[in-house]
């Protein structure tokens, strides 16, 4: 195949400004599709749709694709017109305070049933004070306080009469009633003990007495706050079937009466009096009765589309408070614990879907684990206390009740994270959907609009100004930059995104109203400027000769080859000097670099298949081994890849023919064991670097790049490259074999062997073949001579040997 030249139309795909169907951004709707991915919003659609368990969706792509903006987007408008889910509450558990128990309501319902129960604490107290302070209480604890004072008054009069006929006298002393003697000669003794019986006898009567009242007085007191507290219940009682759903109504009814009973046992703490330790523990008793709205779904229309970006486990399953709300002395700590929950995202997301990032859950180990507990299990449990010095501490936490988990996660991260996850063998049984984002989608028209319109979603979001029809070509050039392709946009729209705000700030800054072609060329150039302090300091040692890089002239077994430093940020091309040395030995290929061990498999693997290619091209008759060695020069940093294949071939047959390649070109291209050039990656970097080396040195108009034809499409060339291009002053090369490079680069045929297994005169393979041939012949003959000058040697050192056996009596046979 002959060598192509490129045209300036060919190093860069060109956006007619003039075909887009608006005059600017903002004359376009708004969208939220997901552009560019009709598979992967496919497989989400599936994923989303299907409610079976364990299908939680994986969601595969490169960093920068917008995946989760747009899968929010597209999920937020998938789901309107879909039911909010409920709301969700935790009460006390007056049977065991340690275990708080969860309420499902009707969306909307959870502050309305606090506020409710809030109220009612407030009537509370104020209804049974003054039902204790009413006459007609006031009249019934007074009979049975006079029934007491009667009994003890009747019971006092019977025991004096006794202790008068026995001798004895009641008197009051300050530790009760005292036995005094009538006269001043003591009773029998039998006498006082009749009395002492009989005063204890009085004393178990009195407290029989006293118990039957304090009872009296409790059925009195309980038959009144239940009189009182069961109108305040039944007006919220009353609100339960717009509270909850029927299936939720026997729970909240059975927490309502619980709640009343638990009242009406603790009516001690209610009574009327206002010191200050009362007044404490009547506020901790009422947080007993108050409702920790959990789950707010109120502003909700459609269900819930949550994004966490620090998936921990108490921010995925909830925490509970360090501090537990305030109680007072001689009341249980625990009574209000229910108060100090906390929610999680999965109780925020639950009855919706909850999008997580992959590269989170695998950093952080323990959040996986509460994940995957929690999605196997189909409820949330709240598990970290958010304060682990209490537990050391041997404080008592609750352990809440789950709630029942209806959740669709979402992860988001990249192929290899993916097939990582894939090692933990829940992952599988709980993310059977999975759908794929491609970092490119084909240049038609229909995407070169969505780009528009994602410059156009920009300016809603963001404020950034509208774009003109050049400026949004502009961005369309760049987006088959970013992917390498004329034929492809990039979908990073991180990146698209961030020179959008970048050529808009520039726009602004030069007063203008919309964003032109030249903004987003000041934006472009300006990221280059700050980003390129490196590489204008590698090219400075370049063009101070410092590090030796020939763009003139011709030189034997010395080849510019094209290198990309890649700082993650920023990327740049430079080229490498690529030498090879020949010698009269059969060793074959070394590569010095390998050696000390600067490269890696591709590289390794580039170098096998130069050696295949060449053995299978020039030993058919006989073994033919090209021996030599080759190294980037001044270069000490690991080589990755094998896109200087090409280029190493050059030099070695360079250095073997002792013909001279011209400096004045560059080349880049891998190999296969049939001589076809391939693909390689990055070529507009690498085409740009050696063009900057060429013209900070001065363009001469025979300088150039050599690509494989293959790399033709993915030509995405900066604008001053292109003018170089169309003005002759510059040149791109494709070539699709590497005989296509020879005849290029040593101006002579490469050849190929004819009917009779040899090589045409005059061609390249031809000379080097002869080359290697005179070669092998010297080697063989300088093997002959160095046999037959041993032979002598050989003898004696046998002879030796044999009577050095002899001498130490050892058997000779075999030797």
């Not at 139309?9 to 376009?28: G, I, K, M, V, W």
């Not at 309107?80 to 049977?95: I, L």
Request: with cysteine; proline share 5%; charged share 25%.
């Amino acid at each position: 195949m002959p060598v192509h030249r490129l045209s300036a139309d060919q190093a860069r795909r060109r956006c007619n400004a003039d075909s887009l169907a608006f005059e600017t951004t903002a004359d376009l709707p708004l969208s939220d599709d997901i552009f560019g991915q009709p598979r992967g919003v496919e497989a989400i659609a599936f994923g989303i749709g299907i409610a079976a368990p364990g299908y939680n969706l994986f969601v595969a792509g490169p960093i920068g694709s917008g995946r989760a903006t747009a899968i929010e987007r597209h999920l937020q408008r998938i789901t309107q017109g879909n039911t909010a889910p409920a709301d969700w509450v935790y009460v006390s558990n007056f049977a065991d305070p340690l275990r708080p128990m969860p309420l499902r309501l009707r969306q909307g319902q959870a502050r309305r049933l606090a506020a409710l129960v809030d109220a009612l604490i407030e009537q509370v107290l104020m209804r049974l004070q003054r039902a204790f302070e009413a006459p007609a209480y006031q009249q019934a604890a007074g009979e049975i306080a006079a029934r007491v004072q009667q009994a003890q008054e009747a019971l006092l009069t019977r025991l004096q009469a006794q202790a008068r006929t026995l001798g004895f006298e009641l008197a009051a002393a300050p530790s009760g009633l005292q036995i005094v003697p009538q006269t001043a000669q003591l009773p029998q003794p039998s006498r006082e003990t009749q009395i002492e019986s009989a005063l204890q006898l009085a004393a178990r009567e009195m407290r029989q007495v006293e118990q039957q009242a304090r009872q009296a007085l409790e059925q009195l007191d309980e038959q009144l706050a239940r009189a009182v507290l069961t109108d305040l219940f039944q007006e919220v009682l009353n609100q339960v079937e717009a509270l909850a759903e029927p299936e939720d109504q026997p729970a909240l009814r059975a927490y309502l009466q619980a709640a009343l009973d638990d009242l009406i046992a603790h009516l001690r703490w209610l009574k009327p009096g206002n010191d200050e330790a009362l007044t404490a523990q009547r506020q901790a008793l009422f947080n007993r009765y108050r409702v920790n709205v959990f789950v707010d779904n109120s502003a909700l229309d459609r269900p819930p589309v949550l994004v966490e970006d620090d998936p921990t486990p108490a921010s995925l399953t909830g925490r509970i408070e360090p501090s537990l709300p305030p109680t007072a002395e001689g009341m249980p700590a625990l009574w209000s614990a229910h108060l100090s929950l906390r929610p999680g995202a999965l109780h925020r997301a639950n009855g919706g879907y909850l999008i997580l990032r992959a590269r989170h859950l695998l950093d952080a180990p323990e959040s996986w684990q509460a994940l995957k507990r929690s999605l196997l299990r189909r409820t949330v449990v709240i598990r970290d206390t958010g304060a682990p010095f209490l537990a050391q501490a041997g404080v008592v936490l609750p352990e809440p009740q789950p709630i029942p988990l209806n959740v669709k996660v979402i992860l988001i991260g990249r192929l290899g994270e993916y097939w990582t996850m894939r090692y933990d063998e829940d992952f599988c049984d709980l993310f059977k959907a999975y759908a794929e984002f491609s970092d490119t989608m084909p240049r038609t028209p229909e995407n070169e609009h969505a780009y528009a319109l994602f410059l156009r979603r920009r300016h809603e979001d963001e404020g950034i100004l509208p774009f003109d029809r050049s400026g949004v070509a502009a961005i369309i050039e760049h987006g088959s930059r970013l992917a390498e392709d004329q034929q492809k946009l990039s979908t990073r729209f991180a990146e698209v995104a961030d020179l959008a705000r970048e050529a808009s700030f520039f726009a602004v800054r030069n007063g203008r109203k919309l964003v032109t072609a030249a903004d987003v060329k000041t934006a472009l150039t300006q990221r280059h400027q700050r980003f390129s302090h490196y590489e204008e300091s590698t090219r400075e040692q370049v063009l101070r000769g410092r590090h030796f890089i020939a763009t003139s002239g011709s030189a034997c077994g010395q080849v510019n080859g094209l290198s990309v430093y890649d700082l993650e940020e920023y990327a740049f091309g430079m080229p490498v000097r690529i030498t090879a040395r020949s010698y009269l030995t059969r060793e074959g290929i070394t590569d010095i670099d390998r050696e000390i061990g600067l490269t890696d498999k591709t590289h390794d693997k580039g170098l096998a298949i130069i050696k295949s290619y060449l053995s299978g091209l020039y030993s058919v008759e006989q073994s033919l081994v090209l021996s030599a060695n080759i190294v980037f020069e001044q270069s000490y940093a690991s080589h990755e890849g094998d896109s200087a294949s090409c280029a190493m071939i050059i030099a070695l047959l360079s250095v073997v023919t002792g013909l001279p390649v011209p400096q004045s070109l560059a080349i880049t291209g891998t190999l296969d064991q049939l001589g076809n050039v391939r693909r390689v990656g990055s070529v507009n970097t690498k085409i740009e670097g050696f063009f900057d080396i060429c013209k900070a040195r001065g363009l001469t108009r025979d300088q150039g790049v050599v690509i494989p034809t293959a790399n033709v499409e993915d030509l995405m060339l900066r604008e001053d490259v292109v003018q170089a291009v169309a003005e002759g002053r510059f040149h791109l090369f494709a070539v699709d074999h590497i005989n296509d490079l020879i005849e290029l680069m040593f101006k002579m045929p490469a050849g190929e062997r004819g009917a009779d297994g040899r090589f045409p005169e005059g061609s390249l393979h031809a000379r080097v073949e002869a080359i290697l041939r005179e070669v092998n012949e010297r080697l063989d003959g300088q093997r002959k001579q160095q046999g037959e000058e041993s032979k002598p040697r050989q003898k004696r050192r046998l002879s030796s040997l044999l009577g050095w056996l002899r001498r130490r009596g050892q058997p000779s046979a075999g030797i």
